[in-house]
T-cell receptor
Framework: AQSVAQPEDQVNVAEGNPLTVKCTYSVSGNPYLFWYVQYPNRGLQFLLKYITGDNLVKGSYGFEAEFNKSQTSFHLKKPSALVSDSALYFC?????????????FGQGTELSVKP | NAGVTQTPKFQVLKTGQSMTLQCAQDMNHNSMYWYRQDPGMGLRLIYYSASEGTTDKGEVPNGYNVSRLNKREFSLRLESAAPSQTSVYFCASEKGMWMNTEAFFGQGTRLTVV
């Protein structure tokens, strides 16, 4: 069965510093990986996805993520954090082995960026 | 653009009461989902509908039923609410699960069962 884990409940970063939010996954086939962001009292918004191709994926708001097959990871990164990046971030995975498989989310990581 | 619309936004139920959460999307999407969000648990999939006319269980289907009324609408029913069903419920849709497109989410329904 597919699964995804976000090992950190919270990440604290100073504004202007680089940030990383970690995600690891487990699937039977090839993974299709996604990052979403949730602002307070809102639904989730899509940030970026990896389906195939380049391991470094660029997305919205200056975020990028690196797919690492050997480490089964898909960490979210940004070179310079903004206070406005403070939100709840979710990693999600779909398993190619299960054609048309469902989208499964991790537990979420609370990102706090301080001025 | 309305996107994904959920009703109601807030609801308080007594234990044992029933209710239906409504979800509609106007993007002509094929696939729709219901998730619940609880602190420390992230989003857990309750039921999903890959396309009109099909529904399947997710990770936590017990105590819930769903109906894919048509391509636009996907409702979630609690037949006999329990305090453990207190949560924030999100509906989502995407063009098609097999297309690996992005999912669009509603704003959520905050449900409290007392």
């Amino acid at each position: 069965a597919q699964s995804v884990a976000q090992p950190e409940d919270q990440v604290n970063v100073a504004e202007g510093n680089p940030l990383t939010v970690k995600c690891t996954y487990s699937v039977s086939g090839n993974p299709y990986l996604f990052w979403y962001v949730q602002y307070p009292n809102r639904g989730l918004q899509f940030l970026l996805k990896y389906i195939t191709g380049d391991n470094l994926v660029k997305g919205s708001y200056g975020f990028e993520a690196e797919f690492n097959k050997s480490q089964t990871s898909f960490h979210l990164k940004k070179p310079s954090a903004l206070v406005s990046d403070s939100a709840l971030y979710f990693c999600a995975v779909r398993d190619s082995y299960n054609q048309g498989g469902k989208l499964i989310f991790g537990q979420g990581t609370e990102l706090s960026v301080k001025p | 653009n309305a996107g994904v619309t959920q009703t109601p936004k807030f609801q308080v139920l007594k234990t044992g009461q029933s209710m239906t959460l409504q979800c509609a999307q106007d993007m002509n999407h094929n696939s729709m989902y219901w998730y619940r969000q609880d602190p420390g648990m992230g989003l857990r999939l309750i039921y999903y509908s890959a396309s009109e006319g099909t529904t399947d269980k997710g990770e936590v289907p017990n105590g819930y039923n769903v109906s894919r009324l048509n391509k636009r609408e996907f409702s979630l029913r609690l037949e006999s609410a329990a305090p453990s069903q207190t949560s924030v419920y999100f509906c989502a849709s995407e063009k098609g699960m097999w297309m690996n497109t992005e999912a669009f989410f509603g704003q959520g329904t905050r449900l409290t069962v007392v």
